[in-house]
């Protein structure tokens, strides 16, 4: 191991970071085809990756006949107290964004609102760095549209902060959703949407 800037060699590509954040998600042992197919990337550039993570004792190897089984190396300084830090980190931001919007819900729009659901890129895990975060809201009065626009205005104000993401709300009353429902933007909400708070679409369509 590297004893100065050895993240320089070990952080320098997507692909060894798709590699150990799965390595760390599953905490389990792989073989390079199977990592290179759950990652979707080509066995060959899997390959390469394993064999510098190796090098760098990141991963640590054993042969089972002409196979090559991977699995973090533990007892690594930097994947005990670096490399499992930065990923718990990374993984609890969609538990941040979803606090912000439940908190800010409950506190401020309890029981106005029938519905909260994330969907477009961010539910759909693909997401671009100028992606918006789109969440769909079924309010319970229309009069409470106005108030709830400036709520959510606050809430963006937060994620632009953090995450430098903007709230877009598809704000609509529960009638309107049912008037709307055979729309192409409402049947595919209602296939791919995450339940953010409150009841499943199902339930008001």
């Known amino acids: 191991m590297r004893i100065h800037e050895p993240l320089d060699k070990i952080l320098n590509q997507e692909t060894k970071i798709k590699i ?59 994947v005990k107290n670096i490399l499992s830090e930065l990923f718990e980190k990374e993984k609890s931001i969609p ?18 609102i029938f519905s909260v659901v994330l969907f477009g ?24 549209r106005a108030e709830i626009e400036r709520i959510m205005n606050t809430v963006n104000d937060k994620t632009m902060k953090l995450f430098n993401s903007r709230i877009e709300p598809y704000i609509l009353t529960a009638a309107d959703l049912k008037k709307k429902s055979k729309l192409a933007i409402i049947k595919e909400i209602s296939r791919t949407g995450k339940l953010v708070l409150g009841k499943p679409l199902a339930e008001l369509l």
């Open 20 to 78: 150990i954040r799965f390595l760390f998600n599953t905490r389990a042992e792989w073989s390079g085809r199977q990592i290179a197919k759950e990652i979707n990337i080509s066995p060959a550039t899997c390959h390469k990756a394993l064999q510098d993570l190796h090098s760098e004792r990141i991963l640590l190897l054993k042969s089972t006949g002409v196979t090559h089984i991977y699995r973090l190396n533990d007892s690594n300084y930097i």
């Open 95 to 112: 538990k941040i964004l979803n606090t912000i919007l439940v908190k800010t819900i409950n506190r401020k729009l309890k029981g106005k």
């Open 121 to 144: 890129s961010v539910a759909k895990r693909k997401e671009k760095p100028l992606s918006d975060i789109d969440i769909m809201i079924v309010i319970k009065r229309d009069s409470d």
